[in-house]
């Protein structure tokens, strides 16, 4: 199995592997250790007349380089547009009248994304200002800007998303 420039298998078995920088430097993927005193029983499964060990990890891509390497070292097609689905990225808005937010959530919710708006807002309460928090995937929020680019009442608020994602450094890759 080729591994990109600066990763190598430390373990694994079939196609587990964990990912290492091999110089020390920052990591473009974070595993995390199965929690302390987790009741190991609950990973194992029979397969046939032996039992086969189950592994899962938790893993956080910080940047699309990372998940795009990742998705690679699986042997899977298609590793940009993936990529773009596993580096999660939220933002808050501020002061965002409360009708724009109720329709900017809605739309969130559509892709299968989220968004946590007041209550307020959602029952559409007059004149209501809200605080917004969107919480989505870097392809979910590309998306979002999407389907909403000719909408001019929301216009300016899923600019200011786009330009703010677009901008994180998770977005590299």
């Not at 189950?54 to 298609?78: C, D, M, P, S, T």
Request: charged residues 25%.
């Amino acid at each position: 199995m080729d591994l990109p420039a600066g990763l190598f298998p430390v373990s694994g078995v079939g196609t587990s592997f964990n990912l290492f920088d091999t110089v020390g430097q920052e990591c473009s993927v974070e595993i995390f250790p199965p929690r302390q005193g987790a009741d190991e029983r609950s990973q194992t499964t029979k397969e046939g007349k032996g039992e086969a060990l189950i592994k899962a990890e938790r893993i956080r891509f910080l940047n699309v380089r990372g998940a795009r390497e990742a998705i690679e070292i699986l042997g899977a097609n298609n590793s940009e547009l993936m990529a773009t689905r596993a580096v999660h990225l939220n933002v808050i808005l501020r002061n965002v009248p409360g009708r724009e937010a109720l329709f900017i959530k809605r739309i969130y919710n559509d892709i299968g994304a989220e968004a946590a708006i007041s209550s307020q807002a959602y029952h559409e309460v007059e004149g209501a200002v809200t605080d917004m928090l969107v919480m989505g995937t870097l392809y979910q929020h590309r998306e979002v800007r999407r389907v909403l680019a000719d909408n001019m009442d929301v216009r300016a608020w899923v600019q200011a998303i786009g330009q703010l994602v677009e901008n994180e450094p998770e977005t590299v890759g």
